[in-house]
Nanobody, 127 residues
Framework: QVQLVESGGGLVQAGGSLRLSCTAS????????MGWFRQAPGKEREFVAA????????LAADSAKGRFTISRDNAMNTVYLQMNSLKPEDTAVYYC????????????????????WGKGTQVTVSS
């Protein structure tokens, strides 16, 4: 079992930055590919970024490349999403998710494949 708790969301002006954190409980975290997804009102949940459990591989959606950085600290059971140059279209609830049981360099990007989800944190970017 893995329980995920996100934090760090809030209201920020366009061009600003936020760092989201996702802290996990449970031993499976250190062998889980971790991902960030987001869902805006009236839209489907979409992939943002993900990182392998080794921390050596990352993938990001085109909308996040060059602005968002995912990282993890396995000793702290925490994964981060640093978001810079935020835009109003980044406004959404951001969810952390874990995909457990793959090789150390596997990066999971499909929401349907995730085994565990956090409850989400709201990010609002004002223009």
């Amino acid at each position: 079992q893995v329980q995920l708790v996100e934090s760090g969301g809030g209201l920020v002006q366009a061009g600003g930055s936020l760092r989201l954190s996702c802290t996990a409980s449970g031993r499976a975290f250190s062998s889980a590919s971790m991902g960030w997804f987001r869902q805006a009102p009236g839209k489907e949940r979409e992939f943002v970024a993900a990182i392998s459990w080794s921390g050596t591989r990352t993938l990001a959606a085109d909308s996040a490349k060059g602005r968002f950085t995912i990282s993890r600290d396995n000793a702290m059971n925490t994964v981060y999403l640093q978001m810079n140059s935020l835009k109003p279209e980044d406004t959404a609830v951001y969810y952390c998710a874990a995909d457990v049981g793959w090789s150390r360099n596997y990066v999971g990007t499909s929401a349907d494949a995730m085994d565990y989800w956090g409850k989400g944190t709201q990010v609002t970017v004002s223009s």
